[in-house]
């Protein structure tokens, strides 16, 4: 899913479906050829040596060290083992504000939009009864 800095997801249009689609089947078609050059590289089927050159023209080369840390770092929050994480429990469920008066930032404009007028309208406004008014 694309998105770009400072206005959420990308509208799916008819050509970036039929891309992906593409893509997808591009994948498809040459996941054997690459899973040959990649036995071939980490030395499966060959003579055994490899050298990182090889390897980093099929596949991305992490260092262990980085996946380490990057694994030490991802901890979660509360050490107790109720596997919740920590979430915004400031957030109102009803009207999804924060102390701050900010809607979630996942939530589009035209859904805060609603909501700020389902929150306001049923303030300020009385019903009128149904019938004939003479």
């Known amino acids: 899913m694309l998105t770009t800095p400072g206005f959420g997801i990308m509208a799916k249009s008819l050509r970036s479906k039929w891309k992906r689609k593409m893509r997808a089947e591009k994948r498809k078609k040459n996941a054997p ?3 040959v050059r990649l036995k071939s590289a980490l030395g499966q089927e060959g003579k055994g040596e490899i050298t990182m050159k090889d390897v980093a023209e099929v596949a991305t080369v992490v260092p262990a060290k980085k996946l380490k840390e990057k694994a ?9 083992d109720t596997g919740k994480m920590d979430l915004d429990s400031k957030r109102n469920r009803g009207t999804m504000l924060n102390e701050h008066g900010q809607y979630p930032v996942w939530m589009n404009q035209r859904q805060a939009k609603k909501m700020k007028s389902k929150r306001l309208g049923s303030k300020g406004k009385q019903k009128k009864k149904k019938g004939i008014a003479w």
């Open 33 to 35: 050829k690459e899973l």
């Open 72 to 80: 030490e770092d991802v901890e979660m929050v509360g050490d107790d």
